[in-house]
């Protein structure tokens, strides 16, 4: 399991054979440096470039984007510098970057919460290997400040069939639920919203 913090550096929790997680470490570039790209960061794993190694996108308090590709492997990964990415950003800061084939056609899309509540759905518009995020469209709208969730955090996956998660046909488009975290500051009160 990987967590952002709000200090900015990623955590991985390493699950052990009984199910529990080791002690967290940080993160590091092939470099040796920490990856930390920003204040209050959200993490996401996905091969976006289908290489077979799995990838990070990270989002920031300010709104940004990063792209970090592992030149590793999965179990040694090697993490080379992060990579802003144009045009994307989250509005009213916070961006919480999720990586899913949310529309069924193979190639990873990114859906992005943010400081608004809003929940924007990147699609693919490039290929397999160099993934272009530029056209979006709303998936949730921004919640009104003194009613609904704020700060969304998104997250898709298969329950059923975990090891499938991030990636799906056709046939199973709909059927995967988003879901989304967030703060109602109205009310003080975290929410949680299935789709
Ligand atoms: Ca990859
Ligand atoms: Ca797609």
Known sequence: MLSGSFPGEIYFFKRKADGTFAAPEKLKDKFGSLLNVGRATAVAVGDWDGDGVPDLVIGTIDGSVFKV????????????RPEKLPGIVAREGDAGPCLADWDGDGKLDLLLGSGSGEVRFFRNTGNTRQPEWTESSVLVPASPAQLGAAQTKSA???FANPT?????????????????????????????VIL
């Open 69 to 80: 590709h592992n030149d590793g492997t999965a179990d040694k990964p090697a993490f080379g």
């Open 156 to 158: 898709e996956a298969d």
């Open 164 to 192: 499938r998660s991030g990636k799906r046909s056709k046939e199973d488009f709909q059927k995967i639920p988003l879901i989304l975290g967030g703060r109602n500051f109205a009310r003080q009160q975290r929410t949680r």
